[in-house]
């Protein structure tokens, strides 16, 4: 599975499209995409991670605050904080885990 291919996955998709694209002993790395409007629903995660966007924009929320993260932006999002994320335009972005 390569990134292009996830894009192109995107035309038919209804929900956010997500792979793993690399998975090591203590790590993995997902590319997620989002078509303008999609939502990556609440969830938790007990896993350091960050957030980098390749392409497009999102809007990264926590309870406490909302965040635009456009091309090349990165968040760390915090281990047990309740996260979504919302593509305000087509996105491609790697989850980086571990």
């Not at 392409?55 to 091309?71: H, R």
């Amino acid at each position: 599975m390569t990134i292009k291919s996830i894009y192109e996955k995107l035309e038919q998709a209804t929900n956010p499209v997500a792979q793993v694209l690399h998975k090591g002993e203590n790590s993995k790395v997902l590319v997620i995409g989002f078509k303008k409007g999609m939502t990556l629903k609440e969830h938790v995660t007990n896993t350091p991670s960050k957030l980098t966007i390749l392409l497009g924009s999102v809007e990264f929320n926590e309870p406490e605050q909302s965040v635009i993260l456009g091309m090349f932006d990165e968040i760390i999002i915090p281990t047990g904080v309740l996260h979504s994320v919302i593509a305000i335009e087509d996105s491609l972005c790697l989850l980086t885990q571990g």
